[in-house]
């Protein structure tokens, strides 16, 4: 024997171990004077998170480190008197011990307090986590969004010395409605060293982990990224307490990945197939996040969340449905695919919302480089008409137009800096469409970059940029980390956006009169 024995099976033991945490034994007495029971107690090991909300509820995420029962209660107030329960699906580990559950039936635009136990397979309950959302309004009423991407980038993980992703505290401050995560949520491609030598000679200090030590190939690796990532307690905090919409970009796979890519043999890859790679992080990046495939639109990743008469969000899958990075000049190039390209046409035109937030992970105007010859984005760095993955675009653009669509904001991240575009066809070689604003933010906590040059195609104008002096600069002073903000004014459904770094200061603002 490798000790007592304390009377859990050799089920529960096998199942424990392939979530790769033994939970201690709680014991009980027996009421009768006999030998003490051992309950085996789960635990909830990653915090808790919200996603995609409805004006009648939302999805709660959590992890158990056993087998174990998603149990929900929600209040109006934390004292939790005359609480709802939900009972949620078995979290196991054929999910790595990931699991979620829809709420439904709450009432609208209300502050809802929640409370989730675990409930393991012999009765034994784990500790109760509490969190806190907004389930969406159906009147009219102030809204205040947040977006951003990029979590622990070239080689910036959780420093110590910082207390942790301190931006994730900054924009909890703030109290928002939403964040709509832009996507890079992980950083599969890059591995962690315990310190990094920064080029002023001061000393970049990381907690690491085994998933941290080389880029992630297998299924088990690219579940670690998300668990690193949730090691910190700005972020855990901050998932709790507000309700997010999740989308992915590259670096949950791997750097500027795109269907039927190769990763270069230089990297040292034992899996250069980036679709077999992608499909292992997909399966991740589903079981980690607050996100249901089967309320997505195409059972996958995008999807619109409905935010009250104010607000429609369109949530794109920029990443899943292109065309191969290469030269960008194909006459059928794919950014959307014709699915998702038709599905956004008409979800604009049949939108009844006066604001209709368009979250693309890659920017529209912004030239991303994949190598000396390839694009990573719809942009080709080519002034002249649309062509390659700029002919999806131009759809959208000309059929928005022509419906008539109005107070149509676009949202991104990917580059590592915060700017403002202002898109018009007095400037562009395509005019069929109505000027329209492009907001960029981040990073969240990665290294900062830019700024990239703009292709004229759609006329865009820098009106504001806010990228470092040298590339690469590290989160250390959080001058050039960044968050986005947007407030919708319930009353004058005036929309603001403003920019801000990683103290909170709002570094650009731009006010929008909402549409006729």
């Not at 969004?145 to 070239?154: E, I, P």
């Not at 030598?197 to 998933?211: F, H, K, M, Q």
């Not at 880029?215 to 709790?240: H, I, K, M, S, V």
């Not at 292992?280 to 997505?296: G, I, K, T, V, Y």
Request: charged share 20%.
């Amino acid at each position: 024997m490798f000790g007592p024995d304390l009377g859990v099976s050799r089920r529960t033991l096998l199942r424990t171990s392939a979530l790769g945490l033994v939970a201690a034994p709680v014991l009980a007495a027996c009421s009768n004077g006999g030998p003490a029971l051992v309950r085996t107690r789960p635990n909830l090991t990653h915090g808790l998170a919200v996603g995609d909300p409805r004006s009648d509820g939302a999805l709660i995420w959590a992890r158990s480190d056993l087998p174990a029962r998603l149990i929900v209660e929600t209040a109006a107030t934390e004292s939790f008197t005359d609480a709802r329960r939900f009972t949620g699906p078995l979290l196991t580990p054929d999910s790595d011990g990931t699991g979620r559950m829809r709420l439904a039936g709450l009432p609208a635009g209300q502050v809802v307090h929640y409370r989730v136990t675990l409930e393991g397979e012999d009765g034994a309950t784990s500790e109760p986590s509490t969190g806190v959302f907004r389930t969406a309004p159906t009147a009219a009423s102030d809204i205040r969004l947040h977006w951003s991407g990029d979590v622990a980038g070239q080689g910036f993980g959780r420093n110590p010395d910082l207390g942790g992703m301190r931006i994730f505290s900054t924009m909890a401050a703030r109290d928002p409605h939403l964040f709509l995560h832009s996507g890079d949520a992980i950083y599969a491609d890059n591995p962690l060293q315990e310190s990094v030598t920064l080029p002023d000679g001061r000393i970049w200090r990381n907690i690491v982990s085994e998933a941290k030590n080389a880029p992630a190939e297998t299924l088990e690796q690219f579940r670690g990224q998300y668990a690193y990532n949730l090691g910190d307690e700005n972020y855990r905090r901050f998932n709790a307490a507000v309700a997010q919409l999740v989308q992915w970009d590259d670096h949950e796979t791997t750097n500027n990945w795109s269907p039927g890519g190769t990763v270069a043999a230089e990297k040292g890859y034992s899996v250069r197939d980036m679709d077999v790679l992608a499909t292992r992080s997909w399966r991740a990046f589903h079981e980690w996040m607050p996100l249901d495939p089967q309320e997505a639109a195409d059972g996958r990743l995008y999807r619109k969340i409905s935010y009250g008469p104010l607000l429609d969000i369109f949530v794109l899958d920029m990443r899943t449905y292109k065309d191969t990075n290469g030269a960008n000049t194909a006459p059928d190039g794919r950014i959307f695919g014709p699915v998702q390209t038709r599905w956004l046409i008409d979800g604009l035109r049949d939108s009844r919302a006066t604001w209709k937030i368009i979250a693309n992970d890659l920017p529209l105007g912004l030239v991303v480089p994949d190598g000396k010859t390839a694009f990573e984005g719809p942009a080709n760095g080519d002034p002249g008409a649309p062509s390659g993955r700029e002919s999806e675009i131009a759809q959208v653009l000309s059929a928005a137009k022509a419906n008539r669509v109005t107070g149509m904001v676009w949202l991104t991240a990917d580059v590592h800096y915060s700017a403002a575009h202002w898109y018009s066809p007095d400037r562009a070689s395509f005019t069929d469409f109505d000027e329209f604003w492009e907001f960029v933010s981040g990073p969240l906590h990665a290294g900062a970059f830019g700024p990239n040059a703009l292709d004229a195609t759609f006329g865009p104008e820098a009106v504001f940029v806010h990228a470092p002096p040298t590339q690469n600069t590290s989160p250390l002073d959080g001058a050039f980390q960044h968050f986005g903000e947007v407030q919708i004014d319930g009353t004058s459904r005036e929309l603001t956006v403003n920019l801000c770094d990683a103290s909170g200061t709002v570094l650009f603002s731009q006010r929008l009169a909402p549409p006729r």
